[in-house]
């Protein structure tokens, strides 16, 4: 049972047609193909390539992206906010273009 308006939508009609992409566990909402939403820990990111980092093992267990370290000790995933929830992502000049433009696009 759930009163998420998206869900119901998403039920009724088994498909967006837009843009856009919801989690129907978290209830999040993002838009953009690139980015990536983590099934397991509802944690969002930028990219594969990126949710990819705070995955271990077998890719079935998530650590918390502020503990992922490269080998010299320097983090590899820095929260942003967005106006969707915080979204992971890599070092503030390793953003891909299409996620710092993203909100201003989408902004009401
Ligand atoms: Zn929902
Ligand atoms: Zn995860
Ligand atoms: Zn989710």
Redesign the pocket.
């Known amino acids: 049972m759930t009163d998420c308006q998206l869900c119901a939508h998403v039920a009724i009609d088994g498909s967006w047609g837009t843009s856009e992409h919801h989690c129907g566990e978290c209830h999040r909402t993002w838009t953009g193909t690139a980015q990536a939403h ?1 099934v ?4 969002h990111f930028t990219a594969n390539s990126t ?1 990819a980092q ?2 271990v093992g077998d890719g079935e267990t ?1 650590r918390d992206p502020e503990t992922v370290t490269t080998k010299t000790g320097a983090r590899r995933l820095f929260p942003y906010d967005t106006k969707y929830g915080v979204m992971w992502g890599g070092p503030p000049r390793q953003m891909p273009q299409e996620s710092l433009t993203m909100d201003s696009v989408t902004a009401p």
């Open positions: 983590c397991t820990c509802h944690r949710a705070h995955r998530c």
